[in-house]
């Protein structure tokens, strides 16, 4: 199974917006109800930040939005602070087995 | 404190065995999915496996399938990772994770395994 494609970065000024995109397939992210986001700091687990696409868990800032299109997953980071600043994963189950992107690093300029 | 913890990992020769163990805390460990998900130094995440809630179901990477076995004890509320004739691309941080992509997941700090002679 192959890696889902992110960009390797993005970036931004604070107070802007970044979206990042995740491109699957239809055996993965264009079919799965499991697209999920995660938000990883240097030396830390890695956290969620939205899952089932668009779902964003308690304590998470409104901030970070999910969405789909076809086989493309993307996650809007708005208001972009300086916390923000991070490694961000997206995953899909794709029948048996799950599939991580190969991650994007955001700048928060 | 709904916690997990990992435990197990270190240096191990190519061909090799190492057990993982994660001891859960804080909630009802017998009614979740557990999983584990690893990442190589300075990579991304790969996912390994994950255990239904009763143990009866397991489902594998491709890249582990065939060489690791994972397994749990509800009574003791601890998971496992049993990896077999490691390769030095198994090296990685091996996290324990309880609903590793859903609201409320929890995950592990980790444990490091090094595959190297």
């Known amino acids: 199974q192959s890696a889902l494609t992110q960009p390797p970065s993005a970036s931004g000024s604070l107070g802007q917006s970044v979206t990042i995109s995740c491109t699957g397939t239809?055996?993965?992210?264009?079919?799965?109800?499991?697209v999920s986001w995660f938000q990883q700091h240097p030396g830390k687990a890695p956290k969620v930040m939205i899952y089932?696409?668009?779902q964003r868990p308690s304590g998470v800032p409104d901030r970070f939005s999910g969405s789909r299109s076809g086989n493309t997953a993307s996650l809007t980071v708005s208001g972009l602070q300086a916390e923000d600043e991070a490694d961000y994963y997206c995953?899909?189950?794709?029948?048996?087995?799950?599939?991580f992107g190969s991650g994007t690093k955001v700048t928060v300029v | 404190e709904v916690q997990v913890v990992e435990s197990g990992g270190g240096l191990v020769q190519p061909g090799g065995s190492l057990r993982l163990s994660c001891a859960a805390s804080?909630?009802?460990?017998?009614?979740?999915?557990m999983h584990w998900v690893r990442q190589a130094p300075g990579k991304g995440l790969e996912w390994v496996s994950r255990?239904?809630?009763?143990?009866?179901?397991?489902e594998y990477a491709d890249s582990v399938k065939g060489r690791s076995t994972i397994s749990r004890d509800n009574a003791k509320k601890t998971l496992y990772l049993q990896l077999n004739n490691l390769r030095a691309e198994d090296t990685a941080v091996y996290y324990c994770?309880?609903?590793?992509?859903?609201?409320?997941?929890?995950w592990g700090q980790g444990t490091l395994v090094t595959v190297s002679s």
């Open positions: 255990i239904h809630p009763d143990g009866r179901m397991t």
């Open positions: 239809s055996s993965d992210v264009g079919t799965s109800k499991y």
């Open positions: 804080g909630f009802a460990f017998s009614a979740y999915w």
């Open positions: 089932e696409v668009s």
């Open positions: 994770a309880r609903d590793f992509d859903y609201e409320g997941a929890r």
């Open positions: 995953s899909s189950y794709a029948g048996s087995k799950y599939v």
